[in-house]
């Protein structure tokens, strides 16, 4: 009698919260080929993401809407990110553009800064925060595919963000680190609201 296959699928519980000392810690540069583990750590993050910004999936499954995760974010100390990016075709139709990128750099950065107005948020930081967090307009990011093919990406605005945010994960910052505590709102004047 043949087996059911099981059907692994990530939730909000299975991030790592602020508190987890691994999320302190630089991860290691990947070697290619990639494992069967990683490929599967990938399709995770990928399927958390996407079902996350679908309404109804993110209330059926409790899911924290989220639009990037670094492998940090699961326990897993290896430079690789997902993004997935919901955009908007010339019907005003929605779709995903999905980006995994294995050991990300940012080569280039615009010299205009930005903010997210509402205030930036992450799945791994589990309470309410305030304040401005400065970030390049536009990035350039050069990586890898999950093959080893080399790829160069041009983000600007919400993806640009989207990349910083996830690049700082895998050198152990968190975006609470860029907030000024003495004056959160620093800078409010000076950079661009998005």
Same mark, same amino acid.
């Given at each position: ?12 519980? %299975?991030?790592?919260?602020?508190? *987890?000392? $691994?999320?302190?810690?630089? @991860?290691? /540069?990947? =070697?290619?080929?990639?494992?069967? +583990? ?58 995903? %553009?999905?980006?995994?990128?294995? *050991?990300? $750099?940012?080569?280039?950065? @615009?010299? /205009?800064? =930005?903010?997210?107005?509402?205030? +930036? ?58 907030? %000024? ?14």
């Amino acid at each position: 009698m043949p087996r059911k296959a099981v059907i692994s699928m990530l939730k909000t519980c %299975d991030i790592i919260d602020e508190k *987890n000392k $691994k999320l302190r810690q630089i @991860s290691k /540069e990947v =070697i290619f080929p990639l494992t069967d +583990e990683d490929k599967e750590n990938i399709r995770l993050m990928e399927e958390y993401l996407v079902n996350s910004q679908i309404d109804e999936l993110a209330e059926k499954y409790d899911l924290r809407p989220g639009m990037g995760m670094s492998a940090v974010q699961i326990g897993v100390l290896k430079r690789y990110i997902v993004i997935v990016h919901e955009v908007y075709d010339e019907n005003d139709k929605p779709y995903f %553009d999905k980006y995994i990128v294995v *050991n990300p $750099k940012i080569i280039s950065n @615009s010299t /205009e800064m =930005i903010y997210v107005e509402d205030g +930036e948020g992450c799945l791994s930081i589990n309470r309410e925060t305030i304040g401005i967090v400065p970030r390049y307009a536009r990035v350039t990011v050069e990586g890898y595919d999950m093959d080893g093919n080399k790829i160069k990406i041009r983000a600007r605005e919400e993806l640009a963000i989207a990349f910083q945010h996830e690049i700082d994960h895998l050198n152990g910052i968190l975006f609470i680190d860029h907030i %000024d505590p003495k004056n959160p709102f620093k800078g409010q004047d000076i950079y661009r609201a998005i």
